[in-house]
């Protein structure tokens, strides 16, 4: 049966096809999905969670996988630093049964900090890995990743992009194999590494990766497709379906499926019945420098951008030296659209406080980022996961006192979890007197919506002891936890300005569900009085997308479309000129 | 078939237009073409501007649509359709609601919203404008703007109107049924 199914939906499918029997993932676009198929595949089959953090869920897959259990982790490409640790080690170890660690780039970076190239990880760890170019290999390469996993003793990555992850194409979807637990024994000088077993498993690595060179030369996942052309293309992932879209058979290809280890002999072999060879992948020259390091003669980053995402008519434009098709232009400059807080957002609250104090904002990874765009433009810095509280740290350290007492943290309740609260404990410890905003929407709610420990419910919504963030930051040892609403503007402007002048560290829960839960019910819409509205603009201060003025007449209007009937702007109004529709 | 087919849907993050697309690939796969979808998660939902490429035909490869390449543009506001023009293939056709919605530097001020978009489209492209808001309403919900839409680029395609009323009906809640029957059907006459 042929199914049009997402890349991320494949790659799950082709788990449960495999025998998988745990996965573990923290939620990360664009690999979100994955974990989220996962959890409709009956219980009894395959244990799924959502993990605290990615370390801990590589950690648990590489447990599972070593008790003899297939097991699989995901992760988007930065989550793949969080768990770099368990996955370096577990290259030297191996597994039970077979372990797969699905990683999702994001070239064009559409939803991350930056645009790294996961790739350089299954050298650095000599872990082999495997991309997909379509949801049909998506499928195909997992069950194949989870098979070489046991037979080389390995765990091995499967690496996506966003475009990979996110698009739909056709598969076919098979039945569930049977792979039964594999036995489960003792065995110290393989699963405990220290020093004197580890020097002896990296012999036994290093012999792996020749012995995975030698598979990759015959390899079905790596394909030469003889065209009787004089041009060749070496190239992976996406990147093969745009270079087909922009040369079809007019050129060879060489489309590997397992990017790392790279037979030399096979791509000598390719490139020797060329007379010119390109490379085409998007990001860094990964297979363009095994290609030199090779001997070989290739074209590669010196007509391609290390940038963004590539396009077929780039491809196009770059190899053939054809224009892209004629296009129309649009003459004058168009206002962008980027991404902003959803109306009823509980963080708009927040953020406005913050901006009307003036403080320095350390900000964390999460819809709150968005804090950061005008009109708000209230934080000033974003790193990384949990990097909130710990930078402010740093901060309040080297600038002294009287900056700690203008400076707050923001932080989403699942990004506190994952990595916030290790920094918190750092700031007790070291007796630092810094302001922790836990933005307490109910919900991990940038990636669509997971449960996470505090809301009370698993993946599969079942419900579970919740985590109490009142009695967590109290127990690692903050004296000051205050619960605000952001709605209440006054009262949590007041919450603000009590806090950060303490001496002592102090943690504000910023509680209010996120606006799109269905549990969540505004109802009505705002509306203005235009004999009590003075056209102030208080209200577009907050950045309420369905808040605009009149080019013409100047007078605040409401979109009908967009409220939801919040209640924030008629909080924020000077002059009680917003009511709702009907009062 | 026949030539690789390609329509873009473009639209503000909340508008549905991933709803849109899934239904346009169910649709194509009932008549048993290759097919890809490709769309864009996260950040791009939340307000944003939102871009979904599908594209159909005997072997389809590349999931995103270049510059140029569209031969149907499906846009759920004025502001998107226009900045989504470059895309258009020369003789493709421009499907759009007339809804207008301002993107976040024209609510701060740092920019105003182009005036006389539609007129603007016409006069390089084949363009239906509708007010696919007030057809939503009428069907019953303005949520159903979307359906309205896809009723609207039915026509566009060689897909025979019963197999777009079953892609619907398979994928929409039943609740919304009778709402999202009617919102397609409104669109349809428009076309």
Known sequence: MKKL????AAVAQGAYEAGVRFVSSYPGTPSTEITECMATYPEEEVFVEWAPNEKVAAEAAIGAAIAGGRAMTCCKHVGLNVMADPVFT??????????VFVVADDPGMHSSQNEQDSRHYARAAKIPMLEPSDSAECLAFTKAAFDLSEEFDTPVFLRLSTRVSHSQSLVEIGGREDHPLKDYEKNIAKNVMMPAFAIKKHVIVEGRTQRLKTYAKTSPLNRAEDNGGKIGVITAGICYDYAKEALGDRVNYLKLGMVFPLPEELLRDFAGKCEKVYVIEELDPFL????????IDVIGKQIFTLLGEYTPNGIRKAILGEDPAPSVAVEETIPGRPPVMCPGCPHR???YVLKKLGLTVSGDIGCYTLGAAAPLSSVDTTICMGASISAA???AKVRGKEFAHKLVSVIGDSTFIHSGITGLIDIVYNKGINTVIILDNSITGMTGHQDNPTTGLTIRKEPTRQIDLITLCRGVGIDRVTVADPFDVKEFEQVVRREIAADEPSVIIAQRPCALLKSVKYSGCASVDAEKCRRCGMCMKLGCPAISRDPGSGAIRIDRAQCNGCGLCQNVCPFGAIGKEGD | MKETRSIMIVGVGGQGTLLASRILGGAVIRLG???KVSEVHGMSQRGGSVVTYVRYGDRVYSPIIDRGGADVILAFELLEAYRALPWLKPGGKILVNRQKMDPMP???????????IEEKLSAVADVTAIDALALAEEAGSIKAVNVVLIGLMAKQTDIPKEVWLDTIRTTVPPKFLDVNRKAFELGYAKA
């Open chain 1, 349 to 351: 609250g927040t953020f």
């Open chain 2, 33 to 35: 073409y290759d097919v």
């Open chain 1, 90 to 99: 577990d290259s030297y170890i191996g597994v039970g049964g077979g372990a």
């Open chain 1, 5 to 8: 199914l997402l890349g991320n």
């Open chain 1, 393 to 395: 740290h740093g901060m």
């Open chain 2, 106 to 116: 024209v609510i701060t001020g740092a920019m105003q919203y182009p005036e006389r």
């Open chain 1, 288 to 295: 363009e420098d095994a290609c030199r390091a090779a001997g």
